[in-house]
C-alpha cells in the first residue's frame, strides 16, 4: 500500500475482531515505529505490548473510573477491547536535552505503527492516557522517570470505515508566506 493511501484510508477501528494477531505483524508494527525519526536522533521511546486480558481489563476499569457516567465507554468494545495494546512510552531524560520534543517523538513513533499497520490490514485506534497517567503506570509498573504519552489499540478490524472524510479544507488551515 502507497504511504498517501494508507493515510487517506485509515480510520480509528473501535470494534476488533478477537482473534490474536500474528507475533510477526506485531513486531513490523513495532519495527516500523522503531524507524521513526526523533529529535537529535535520541529514540526517548518504551513501547510495552499488552494481550493479557486481566491487563487489559484493569486498563479499562482506570479508564471508565475516571469518566463522568454519561460518556463512559461501553464495557464490550471500544478501543481497549482490541487483542493487542501498545503503550507508547517516553523516558524524557533520554529525550532532546532541555526540550519535551520527547512527547513529539514518541507521537512520530507511534502513527508510524499506526500506518504500518493499516497496510498489514490491521485496524488501530489512538488512546488518550493523560487524566489516568498516574495509575496506568502503577498497573504496568511503568518507573517513576517514564511518562505514558499515548497507547495504541491494535486488531483485525470487525467494523469497516470509509475513507477520512471529515477534515478542514486546506483554505482554512494552510497560510503561504505568512499568518
Ligand atoms: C492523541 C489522540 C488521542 C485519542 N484518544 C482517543 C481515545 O481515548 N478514545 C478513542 O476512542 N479515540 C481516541 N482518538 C481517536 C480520535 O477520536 C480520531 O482519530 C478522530 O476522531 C478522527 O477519526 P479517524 O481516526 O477515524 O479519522 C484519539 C486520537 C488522538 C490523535
Redesign the pocket.
Same mark, same amino acid.
Given at each position: 500500500m502507497e504511504v498517501f493511501e494508507a493515510i487517506r484510508t485509515?480510520?480509528?477501528?473501535?470494534n476488533y475482531e478477537q482473534k490474536p494477531v500474528e507475533e510477526g505483524k506485531v513486531r513490523k508494527v513495532l519495527e516500523a515505529a522503531r524507524l521513526a525519526p526523533s529529535a537529535g536522533n535520541r529514540q526517548p521511546w518504551r513501547f510495552i505490548v499488552i494481550t493479557d486480558p486481566k491487563v487489559k481489563e484493569k486498563l479499562r476499569e482506570a479508564?471508565e473510573k475516571r469518566m463522568p457516567p454519561h460518556i463512559r465507554?461501553p464495557s464490550r468494545g /471500544?478501543?481497549l477491547s482490541a487483542p493487542v495494546i501498545i503503550v507508547g512510552c517516553a523516558v524524557p531524560s533520554d529525550s532532546f536535552p532541555g526540550t519535551d520534543f520527547w512527547k513529539i517523538d514518541v507521537?512520530i513513533a507511534l502513527q508510524n505503527l499506526v500506518l504500518a499497520a493499516w497496510e498489514e490490514e490491521l485496524g488501530t485506534?489512538?488512546? /488518550?492516557?493523560f487524566h489516568e497517567e498516574e495509575e496506568v503506570k502503577g498497573i504496568l509498573g511503568i518507573p517513576k522517570e517514564a511518562h505514558v504519552v499515548?497507547?495504541i489499540a491494535l486488531g483485525y478490524p470487525a467494523e469497516r470505515?470509509g475513507p477520512?472524510t471529515?477534515?478542514k479544507p486546506l483554505e482554512e488551515i494552510v497560510r503561504y508566506n505568512h499568518w
Amino acid at each position: 500500500m502507497e504511504v498517501f493511501e494508507a493515510i487517506r484510508t485509515r480510520r480509528s477501528i473501535r470494534n476488533y475482531e478477537q482473534k490474536p494477531v500474528e507475533e510477526g505483524k506485531v513486531r513490523k508494527v513495532l519495527e516500523a515505529a522503531r524507524l521513526a525519526p526523533s529529535a537529535g536522533n535520541r529514540q526517548p521511546w518504551r513501547f510495552i505490548v499488552i494481550t493479557d486480558p486481566k491487563v487489559k481489563e484493569k486498563l479499562r476499569e482506570a479508564k471508565e473510573k475516571r469518566m463522568p457516567p454519561h460518556i463512559r465507554p461501553p464495557s464490550r468494545g /471500544g478501543p481497549l477491547s482490541a487483542p493487542v495494546i501498545i503503550v507508547g512510552c517516553a523516558v524524557p531524560s533520554d529525550s532532546f536535552p532541555g526540550t519535551d520534543f520527547w512527547k513529539i517523538d514518541v507521537a512520530i513513533a507511534l502513527q508510524n505503527l499506526v500506518l504500518a499497520a493499516w497496510e498489514e490490514e490491521l485496524g488501530t485506534c489512538w488512546i /488518550g492516557v493523560f487524566h489516568e497517567e498516574e495509575e496506568v503506570k502503577g498497573i504496568l509498573g511503568i518507573p517513576k522517570e517514564a511518562h505514558v504519552v499515548a497507547m495504541i489499540a491494535l486488531g483485525y478490524p470487525a467494523e469497516r470505515k470509509g475513507p477520512v472524510t471529515d477534515r478542514k479544507p486546506l483554505e482554512e488551515i494552510v497560510r503561504y508566506n505568512h499568518w
